[in-house]
């Protein structure tokens, strides 16, 4: 478990903690945070049955310990002890792939979502990689914005059919890390 300390503007302390899944408990926790976090934040973008069949086809707790069989790595992200967001990473040959990085609505806006990014970094530091990629729906822009500020570019448009009619719209885009 990594525990990073940090200080919110009114002055308290607040411990943000990434606990990497290593049990059917963990994925399971990451599961009931995944479905509140996506309705939340993809209801003005695709509708309720895409996300429904995304969340079934990509973040139950049996597909990704599936995932996790295939080198994709799970945390759960805590704060003082509540959970408050997911991430997921799978190293690739020059690049980490930030599969997935999802906060709860009430713990956006506190510096959580860049804390999580510099995560991601450090990740790939660790990996020896060079560079933190990942996919973002055309229509998150608030994301996207974020995104932006935190040092990743556009670098490509792609779509993917995933079943049952469905279309992943995305933006793939990119953070070089620093030499």
């Not at 503007?9 to 945070?33: Q, V």
């Not at 509708?47 to 597909?63: K, N, P, W």
């Amino acid at each position: 478990m990594l525990q990073w300390l940090y200080t919110k503007t009114k002055g308290a302390a607040h411990m943000l903690e990434f606990s990497e899944a290593r049990s059917a408990a963990d994925y399971a926790a990451i599961e009931n945070l995944a479905r509140p976090i996506w309705h939340e934040c993809f209801a003005d973008i695709i509708s309720g049955a895409q996300i429904d069949y995304m969340l079934e086809r990509f973040l139950t707790a049996d597909v990704m310990q599936q995932y996790a069989h295939n080198g994709y790595r799970f945390w759960l992200v805590t704060e003082n002890g509540d959970a408050v967001g997911f991430m997921s990473m799978h190293a690739e040959e020059r690049r980490m792939f930030l599969s997935k990085v999802y906060l709860l609505a009430s713990h956006r806006g506190k510096g959580h979502g860049r804390r999580m990014l510099a995560f991601a970094d450090e990740c790939t530091r660790d990996a020896g990689l060079e560079a933190v990629y990942l996919t973002v729906n055309r229509g998150n822009t608030r994301a996207i914005e974020v995104y932006l500020r935190c040092g990743y570019e556009i670098i490509a448009e792609q779509q993917a059919d995933i079943g049952n009619g469905f279309v992943m719209d995305d933006y793939v885009m990119e953070r070089r890390l620093p030499v």
